[in-house]
């Protein structure tokens, strides 16, 4: 049973942390103005604007910043600022007591795939949704949508529109992320148990021979074997160069062509990733996915 964090309510205080790459400062202070415009939002800008080349800071100093956001009890949320790179470095030294303690909802992608995972382990539920430098070029809905996952509307349809690979009505529990980062936990002890699950997968600037990599080396680990469907979102920047000097699939043609050879239910066209859409996804409760319908619907909520 996965603990779902309370609520939030207009004003409540959220914590944003860059546990990855370094955060442009004129795409945050536009993406956190559209949140300020709901929550109290508290960061240390020395901090959140520190930069040690790819990473955002030391590998000591985004950790404690993480640590201080997990033992915050004033805050109801912790939002990433960005992706980029770093998290896998943190993740032995998450402090997954401080979250047990003051459970909080977390929100972030990419490379927080590992992050989302690591509240699962944690039994508890998780947000896959936008960071704060993808604000600023969202739609309003998805903006909305977040903001309604979090303040707890409950069940409800979270994406629409899939397109049919292989048909199938499944329900499970909601996990995966980025296909590139979410591999790199295979073989450790920080993936979660992907038993029945309904796999979200998306990605950005992988060729299609990576991304065919990918999906095969997820096959040959078993974790075809043990979810229960597959939804793909937005693979975005993924296409080989025009000028490549060899011919090459797209990168949705590879996805369908590995994932169709499935015996389980699996779409694509999922309004989420790195694209122009990111909706947020319930991480580690219940959903249903329906192939008549093209709807993914959440049972329960991220937050309770």
């Not at 996805?255 to 989420?272: Q, T």
Request: aromatic share 6%; with cysteine.
């Amino acid at each position: 049973m996965i603990l779902r964090p309370p609520r939030l309510s207009p004003r409540d205080v959220v914590r944003i942390v860059a546990p990855s790459g370094p955060v442009p400062r004129e795409r945050f202070t536009a993406g956190a103005a559209r949140l300020a415009d709901r929550y109290r939002l508290r960061y240390d800008p020395a901090v959140l604007f520190e930069a040690d080349g790819f990473l955002a800071g030391s590998d000591e100093h985004r950790l404690a910043a993480l640590g201080t956001a997990l033992a915050d009890p004033e805050a109801k949320a912790i939002v990433m600022a960005r992706g980029g790179y770093g998290l896998l470095r943190l993740l032995p030294f998450v402090d997954l007591a401080a979250l047990r303690q003051h459970p909080k909802v977390l929100v972030g992608f990419s490379d927080g795939t590992p992050l989302l995972a690591a509240w699962a382990r944690a039994g508890v539920a998780s947000i896959h949704g936008p960071v704060v430098t993808q604000l600023p070029n969202l739609p309003a809905g998805d903006l909305d949508a977040l903001f309604g996952m979090l303040e707890g509307p409950g069940p409800g349809i979270v994406l629409d529109g899939l397109l049919t690979i292989t048909p199938g009505r499944v329900r499970g529990p909601l996990f995966g992320g980025n296909l590139e980062v979410l591999s790199r936990l295979l073989g450790t002890p920080y993936l979660p148990d992907l038993t029945g699950a309904v796999l979200v997968l998306e990605d950005v600037g992988e060729r299609p021979y990576e991304i065919d990599r990918l999906i095969t080396h997820l096959d040959l680990a078993g974790v075809f074997n043990a979810v229960s469907a597959v939804v793909v979102g937005q693979f975005t920047r993924c296409n080989e160069p025009p000028d490549s000097a060899v011919p090459s699939p797209t990168a949705d043609a590879v996805l369908e062509e590995r994932l169709s050879r499935l015996p389980i239910p699996v779409v694509m066209g999922g309004a989420f990733g790195h694209g122009d859409r990111n909706l947020p996804l319930p991480y580690g409760t219940l959903v249903e996915l329906d192939t008549r319908q093209g709807t993914l619907v959440a049972l329960e909520g991220a937050v309770s």
